[in-house]
């Protein structure tokens, strides 16, 4: 079964520095989207992701957060200036359709800030 | 400072029984739902969905009831086995987007 791939499973980064976030959502998929968990927390929404274009983002996917496909199969995150509080899983989604259908999600990169 | 985490509701089940989890969601207009399952280390996957439109949907082993009043909606294992053992959200959307709301979920045990 197709599945929605992330790299690295860990990333530890001192507070300040950029981190990139990879993943390779399922090859047919058109729309993409990245969500994170902080420890103990709910899944929150950050961003979706469609032709290139973000087409919905949270109040948290600020001005240090931009997304980019920056080929026919990666989808990336990037965290321009961490901070502690961005220490989380994150997830990347890929889905089919816009609405109305389920998102596949990958098993999450766990962002350690020091 | 301390952190606050949320208080995960839990269920322990015998393996066998029939499992229930239930969610009250939060938005009157969402229209679409999934429920997902999240193993120790690994993302949520999915297990089923309903749209607004339908009150019930029955996968393999596996029912939601949505009832649209109360907002509520609602997992039913049937025969629940020690692989359903997991942490279960509930997901609501609206069909105007495509971003997801989740849950605080529900951890579920299955006692063999």
């Known amino acids: 079964e197709p599945e929605v791939t992330q790299t690295p499973s860990h990333q530890v980064t001192q507070m300040g520095q950029e981190v990139i976030l990879r993943c390779v959502p399922i090859?047919?998929?058109?729309?993409f989207y990245w969500y994170r968990q902080i420890l103990g927390q709910k899944v929150e929404f950050l961003v979706s992701?469609?032709?290139?274009?973000?087409?919905?983002k949270s109040e948290i996917f600020d001005d240090q957060f931009s997304v980019e496909r920056p080929d026919g199969s990666n989808f990336t995150l990037k965290i321009r200036s961490t901070k502690l509080e961005d220490s989380a899983m994150y997830f990347c989604a890929s889905s089919e359709e816009w609405n109305n259908q389920p998102q596949h999600f990958g098993d999450g990169t766990r962002l350690s800030i020091l | 400072g301390e952190s606050v985490g949320l208080h995960l509701p839990t269920l322990s089940v015998q393996e066998g029984d029939n499992s229930i989890i239930n969610c009250a969601y939060s938005n009157s207009a969402s229209d679409y739902f999934i429920w997902y399952k999240q193993e120790s280390g690994k993302g949520p996957q999915f297990i089923i969905d309903?749209?607004?439109?339908?009150d019930k949907r029955q996968g393999q082993r596996v029912t939601v009831l949505l009832n649209k009043t109360v907002k509520h909606l609602s997992l039913q294992i049937a025969a629940t086995q020690p692989g359903d053992s997991a942490v279960y959200f509930c997901?609501?959307?609206?069909?105007?987007?495509?971003?997801?709301?989740f849950g605080t979920g529900t951890s579920l045990t299955v006692i063999p």
């Open positions: 090859s047919n998929h058109l729309y």
């Open positions: 992701f469609y032709n290139n274009e973000i087409s919905e």
């Open positions: 309903i749209r607004s439109n339908m």
């Open positions: 997901a609501e959307t609206l069909s105007t987007g495509n971003q997801f709301y």
